[in-house]
């Protein structure tokens, strides 16, 4: 097993961060209780470098959307699940592929962030997606309209590189453990790739707030 990189042995020091900690809402998009994306964003939150955090957040507790909700009160999973992200630095979605596009428990979730539409959780939101699916496009479909939603939610989505988990059920073991070498050395590469976008972002952001 390769250990996760320290961000300084790949040039970047606190110094170069120019934060201490970045704070990463992470959410797999599927229920199922051994669903591989959500033994993924397991190994993402243990791989993490140091100065990322991955919190992990579960859709369970989501209701439908419904607009009538949003006027009447939003239940409390959804209130929760927007302050989250609101106050951290990024998204993570791990996303399964269902019937060639993104599942309703997902898709759920980010029309919920997208709402209200002028104090949408997703805007500006720096959001990064991985996915693992039994099929041999590791959720390139899901993947890409995800991509396409974050056009009209305004978030800026890390380009690259895409981690798409094909033939999922090979590179996990019985307890959810991520076993396949070459996926746990490219999560590795996706997560400090994913620490330097972030702080990037958040130096455009403090920028753009200064003006
Ligand atoms: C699938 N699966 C699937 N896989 C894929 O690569 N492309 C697809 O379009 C679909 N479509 C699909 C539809 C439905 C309804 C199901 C139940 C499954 C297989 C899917 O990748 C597999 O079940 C994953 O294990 C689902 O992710 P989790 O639950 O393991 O995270």
Known sequence: MVDAPDLRENGMTDRSLGL??????????????????????????????????????????????????????????????????????????????????????LKNAVDWLSQPLRQSALEGKPTALMGASTGLAGTARSQSQLRQAFVLTNSPVMQQPEVLVARAHEKFDAMGRLTDQPTHQFICLFLTRLAQWLARQKRIGTSADSY
């Open 20 to 105: 201490t900690t970045l704070r990463v809402i992470g959410i797999a998009g599927s229920l199922r209780a051994a669903s591989f994306n959500r033994a993924l964003l397991l190994a993402a939150r243990e791989l993490a470098p140091p100065g990322l955090i991955i919190e992990v957040w579960e859709l369970k507790d989501l209701p439908l959307f419904n607009e009538d909700l949003e006027r009447d009160g939003v239940p409390i999973a959804v209130a929760d699940l927007r302050s989250a992200v609101r106050s951290a630095d990024g998204l993570l979605l791990v996303t399964p592929e269902y019937n060639h596009g993104v599942p309703g428990v």
